[in-house]
């Protein structure tokens, strides 16, 4: 199986798309590592690129009064863009940071775009990602303002058991709004209740 058809069935696979959407993407990207720690997209700078995790995990942080805050987590499957390049052509707000060793499928924007115009299924594809991105943005914002902690941190046990398993207890707490001492009391609750199944010493 060459390069080409290698990519094809990692998209097929993680990214759930079509065969006819996985060999337009294979046409028009290629794939690569990111290190842990390592910036995919840096704040200030201007991103025309569009990455899908094919294998680890991401945070997404803004730096408010010297002080790195989380609100967002990205892992297999899941699109990673910078909406003020894509949009806007203007300079990102935010960083994009490997937190595991992740392999990245990487696109330009542009000729994406380009290809849309005459690829339906493309199209298709990139505007119904755009709007569950969207989607899960509101809901996201809806959480933040309607529930507290510990109802946030069932909610994203409940969404995506994986990550807390995954992601450093620092980065959980950053994305919940919380101390650490205060998530590890949470976490101590539901351990109490049986509501976490192992795993907690990946997330250190």
Known sequence: MGEEENAIDELM???SVSV???RSLANLGTS???EPSSEIIRRGRV???VYIVLEGAVRVFRSVEGEERNFWFGIEGDLLYSDAGIVMREASKETFEA???CRLFRFDYDEMMERCATDFELFRWWNGMVHRELYNAVERLSAFTSMNATERYLQL??????IVQRIPLAHIASYLGVTPQSLSRIRA?????????GGWDNAD
């Open 13 to 15: 696979r993680t990214a």
């Open 20 to 22: 006819g959407v996985a």
């Open 32 to 34: 690569e590592w990111a």
């Open 47 to 49: 991103c025309r690129q």
């Open 99 to 101: 937190i595991e060793r």
């Open 157 to 162: 046990l409940c969404e995506h058991p994986s």
């Open 189 to 197: 609750n539901f351990a109490g209740k049986g509501s976490e199944r």
